[in-house]
């Protein structure tokens, strides 16, 4: 078995980032299962610990729905995955201090392990759903300039 992030870490980062571009619109969950192509039952699972977090806020009701709590330049990728998945590391045991390692106290692996583990942290928790929000005008902006390349280029 392969390290991976699981649907329901990946499903948050697509909500999270759907609110961000929202801004303080509240958006229903109804709406970002219709655009990301989420299940809402799964959705509203991947909710409730991301509010219970204060990453997110809520209005029920008529025109209710969810935005962020705090500004997307303060919640990392991160925070959205170690809330509704818990902590982020390649082997189990690298997820704790090692004291439940069942290999030898010796172990060089371990060594890896929390390298590893550190290195993956270290970049979840330093991109922000603002730094997406950036990269994705950034992006359209190149796909724009392109397009208007190829239209200038054609006879």
């Not at 390290?3 to 619109?25: D, E, H």
């Not at 796909?143 to 239209?151: A, C, D, I």
Request: charged share 25%; proline share 5%.
């Amino acid at each position: 078995m392969s390290f991976s992030i699981s649907t329901k870490g990946r499903y948050a980062v697509l909500m999270m980032f759907q609110l961000a571009q929202g801004g303080n619109n509240l958006t229903s969950l109804a709406e970002i299962s219709s655009t990301q192509n989420i299940s809402y039952g799964y959705l509203e699972q991947i909710v409730k610990p991301l509010r219970d977090h204060n990453l997110v806020e809520s209005k029920r009701g008529f025109g209710g729905g969810y935005k962020l709590a705090k500004p997307a330049s303060q919640i990392t990728i991160g925070d959205i995955i170690t809330i509704v998945e818990g902590p982020v590391a390649p082997v189990k045991c690298a997820m704790e201090d090692f004291s439940s390692c069942k290999g030898p106290p010796d172990c060089k692996a371990k060594l890896v392990w929390r390298e590893v583990t550190t290195a993956i942290n270290d970049v979840l928790h330093s991109i922000t759903l603002q730094d997406l929000l950036e990269d994705t005008d950034e992006i359209e902006n190149l796909k724009g300039e392109k397009s208007h390349e190829h239209s200038l280029q054609r006879p």
